[in-house]
């Protein structure tokens, strides 16, 4: 009965919809459907027999409207118009390559078993309301300690904090640490405080800019670095990240119109200030921090994880720039920096995807060139200086301002590199709770963007058991600390957010699987 309810006001819509249509339908054959009489002819009622084709298209119509109707209550849909359980399907296929898993069978004639399929999502958007009535109460907090605290006691775990919130009512269901307000090194789990601030600062389709401009004084052309990091110089599908060579196509066109086919190349990293390099030097887990670069300055195809970086982001940028340029007949200078000056023209501009898109990107690939770029973006929202000091700043005050809980917490850079980070376990759950709640809806994607356990990003190769779906987390991870913090939907509908945050861990791969076996407990535990 709760799916008819669900589908009756789809299928009225539906209806709604296709009733003009059948109309026309009805009125184009209805001089067909009889003959008139004859003059002479008896005067006998004719009955009117529609013929084959007239029941088709009649009927086809009329199917039309009952698929509509079905098909929109069977979502939910993604942008791309593909069903999400269907791409989540295809994705588990793709994970397995379509090859069977199971072992050997005990009957060879048997069909060969494909992968398992993710488990279905459970109801969660209504206990957001707090209104189900099918979603049971939250887990009770001496249950929980039941069946978190052995696993949190592992001693691979060295010093730990944890926290368990009811993401409905905001209840701290379950905490435990050396105090409610220690911090901790949270790693890569800082990337969340970096989305929620940068989504409040600038709004979930605030998009990063690169520009190039013309300075007519000197006929020079200045490529502007917009903070854009996912600015590519690869040849991408339409709809991805901003192409610098669609920026380059268009301002040879630009300048072709000029008469214009000879320039001086500058380029201008002024966005940002203080130094380059991130507190934790030279490292292939992060380029120069410079608001001007492609393909994150990477030197193979990689588009996440660790790699071999540029020396100079901004100038490799530059120089990629120059050359499209060359291609469609336009001779530059060997590229040097510069700044853009008020009487500058816009030759032509590229746009990074939205916020909200580049919010998710971060989170599930736990991107620090993107973290970095965000939360430097944060800074020069909220009038900070676009440094290291001001970014951390600016991300602090702008999650004070969201009423969150931020005593002990200190923040160094947006991606969590860096060990002098603290934060707690209460500020971790604290910011999903905030992203969860209805009345700030462009946070949303700090929650969308968290790695599916099992399937996505830094969570693909983990869980195989019957945690794979069901978790979202963001994972954290350097020497001697690893931390997850996400959220959970666990065996009676009830969604939860969760942190744990171990420092001087003795054993990583035994400090990861004691907090993923802490986060499937929670997942398989009714807790009542």
Same mark, same amino acid.
């Given at each position: 009965?709760?799916?008819?309810?669900?589908? *009756?006001?789809?299928?009225?819509?539906?209806?709604?919809?296709?009733?003009?249509?059948?109309?026309?339908?009805?009125?184009?054959?209805?001089?067909?459907?009889?003959?008139?009489?004859?003059?002479?002819?008896?005067?006998?009622?004719?009955?009117? *027999?529609?013929?084959?084709?007239?029941?088709?298209?009649?009927?086809?119509?009329?199917?039309?409207?009952?698929?509509?109707?079905?098909?929109?209550?069977?979502?939910?849909? !993604?942008?791309?118009?593909?069903?999400?359980?269907? %791409?989540?399907?295809?994705? $588990?296929?793709?994970?397995? /390559? @379509?090859?069977?898993?199971?072992?050997?069978?005990?009957?060879?004639?048997?069909?060969? %078993?494909?992968?398992? $399929?993710?488990?279905?999502?459970?109801?969660?958007?209504? +206990?957001?309301?707090?209104? $189900?009535?099918?979603?049971?109460?939250?887990?009770?907090?001496?249950?929980?300690?039941?069946?978190?605290?052995?696993?949190?006691?592992?001693?691979?775990?060295?010093?730990?904090?944890?926290?368990?919130?009811?993401? $409905?009512?905001?209840?701290?269901?379950?905490?435990?640490?050396?105090?409610?307000?220690?911090?901790?090194?949270?790693?890569?789990?800082?990337?969340?405080?970096?989305?929620?601030?940068?989504?409040?600062?600038? +709004?979930?389709?605030?998009?990063?800019?690169?520009?190039?401009?013309?300075?007519?004084?000197?006929?020079?052309?200045?490529?502007?670095?917009?903070? !854009?990091?996912?600015?590519?110089?690869?040849?991408?599908?339409?709809?991805?990240?901003? #192409?610098?060579?669609?920026?380059?196509?268009?301002?040879?066109?630009?300048?072709? %119109?000029?008469?214009? /086919?000879?320039?001086?190349?500058?380029?201008?990293?002024?966005?940002?200030? =203080? @130094?380059?390099?991130?507190?934790?030097?030279?490292?292939?887990?992060?380029?120069?921090?410079?608001?001007?670069?492609?393909?994150?300055?990477?030197?193979?195809? #990689?588009?996440? =994880?660790?790699?071999?970086?540029?020396?100079?982001?901004?100038?490799?940028?530059?120089?990629?720039? =120059?050359?499209?340029?060359?291609?469609?007949?336009?001779?530059?200078?060997?590229?040097?920096?510069?700044?853009?000056?008020?009487?500058?023209?816009?030759?032509?501009?590229?746009?990074?995807?939205?916020?909200?898109?580049?919010?998710?990107?971060?989170?599930?690939?736990?991107?620090?060139?993107?973290?970095?770029?965000?939360?430097?973006?944060?800074?020069?929202?909220?009038?900070?200086?676009?440094?290291?000091?001001?970014?951390?700043?600016?991300?602090?005050?702008?999650?004070?301002?969201?009423?969150?809980?931020?005593? +002990?917490?200190?923040?160094?850079?947006?991606?969590?590199?860096?060990? /002098?980070? /603290?934060?707690?376990?209460?500020?971790?759950?604290?910011?999903?709770?905030?992203?969860?709640?209805?009345?700030?809806?462009?946070?949303?994607?700090?929650?969308?963007?968290?790695?599916?356990?099992?399937?996505?990003?830094?969570?693909?190769?983990?869980?195989?058991?019957?945690?794979?779906?069901?978790?979202?987390?963001?994972?954290?991870?350097?020497? +001697?600390?690893?931390?997850?913090?996400?959220?959970?939907?666990?065996?009676? =509908?009830?969604?939860?957010?969760?942190?744990?945050?171990?420092?001087?861990?003795?054993?990583?791969?035994?400090?990861?699987?004691?907090?993923?076996?802490?986060?499937?407990?929670?997942?398989?535990?009714?807790? *009542?």
């Amino acid at each position: 009965m709760r799916i008819a309810d669900a589908v *009756r006001p789809r299928l009225a819509r539906a209806a709604e919809t296709v009733r003009p249509r059948l109309a026309r339908v009805a009125a184009a054959l209805g001089p067909r459907f009889g003959r008139p009489d004859r003059p002479g002819s008896p005067r006998v009622p004719r009955v009117a *027999r529609p013929r084959t084709w007239q029941f088709t298209a009649t009927a086809a119509t009329a199917g039309l409207a009952l698929a509509a109707g079905v098909v929109t209550a069977a979502g939910p849909w !993604d942008s791309s118009g593909q069903r999400t359980a269907e %791409r989540d399907r295809a994705v $588990a296929l793709a994970a397995s /390559r @379509g090859t069977d898993h199971g072992g050997a069978r005990a009957n060879a004639g048997t069909p060969p %078993r494909g992968p398992r $399929a993710a488990p279905p999502a459970a109801s969660v958007l209504t +206990g957001l309301g707090g209104t $189900a009535t099918t979603v049971k109460s939250a887990p009770g907090g001496t249950a929980l300690a039941t069946v978190l605290d052995p696993l949190l006691k592992n001693p691979a775990l060295g010093d730990r904090s944890a926290a368990v919130v009811d993401v $409905a009512t905001g209840t701290r269901l379950y905490g435990t640490g050396p105090g409610t307000g220690d911090a901790l090194v949270p790693a890569s789990t800082t990337k969340i405080a970096t989305a929620v601030a940068a989504l409040s600062a600038m +709004g979930a389709d605030h998009r990063l800019t690169t520009r190039a401009v013309y300075e007519p004084d000197t006929e020079e052309v200045v490529l502007v670095g917009g903070g !854009d990091p996912t600015l590519t110089a690869r040849k991408e599908a339409p709809g991805g990240p901003a #192409s610098l060579r669609e920026l380059a196509d268009r301002t040879a066109a630009a300048l072709a %119109r000029k008469g214009v /086919r000879e320039v001086t190349l500058s380029y201008d990293t002024t966005l940002y200030k =203080g @130094g380059t390099v991130h507190p934790i030097g030279v490292n292939p887990n992060i380029a120069a921090v410079t608001p001007l670069m492609a393909d994150e300055g990477r030197t193979d195809n #990689s588009s996440s =994880g660790p790699a071999a970086r540029v020396a100079d982001p901004a100038a490799d940028a530059a120089r990629k720039f =120059g050359g499209l340029l060359k291609e469609h007949g336009i001779k530059t200078t060997p590229p040097g920096p510069s700044k853009a000056t008020t009487r500058a023209s816009t030759l032509a501009t590229v746009s990074s995807p939205p916020l909200s898109a580049l919010v998710e990107r971060m989170l599930t690939h736990s991107d620090n060139d993107l973290a970095e770029s965000l939360a430097r973006h944060t800074a020069l929202a909220t009038g900070k200086p676009a440094d290291f000091a001001g970014a951390g700043e600016a991300i602090t005050d702008r999650l004070k301002q969201l009423g969150l809980p931020v005593k +002990g917490a200190d923040v160094k850079d947006g991606s969590g590199l860096d060990r /002098r980070d /603290r934060l707690t376990a209460d500020l971790l759950t604290a910011l999903l709770v905030k992203a969860g709640d209805p009345a700030h809806p462009e946070l949303r994607s700090a929650l969308t963007g968290l790695p599916v356990a099992g399937f996505t990003g830094t969570l693909a190769g983990r869980y195989g058991d019957g945690a794979a779906g069901v978790v979202r987390a963001k994972t954290g991870t350097l020497t +001697g600390v690893n931390t997850l913090a996400g959220t959970v939907v666990d065996k009676d =509908g009830r969604l939860l957010a969760f942190a744990f945050l171990a420092n001087a861990t003795t054993d990583p791969a035994a400090a990861q699987s004691a907090l993923d076996k802490a986060a499937t407990a929670l997942a398989t535990c009714g807790c *009542r």
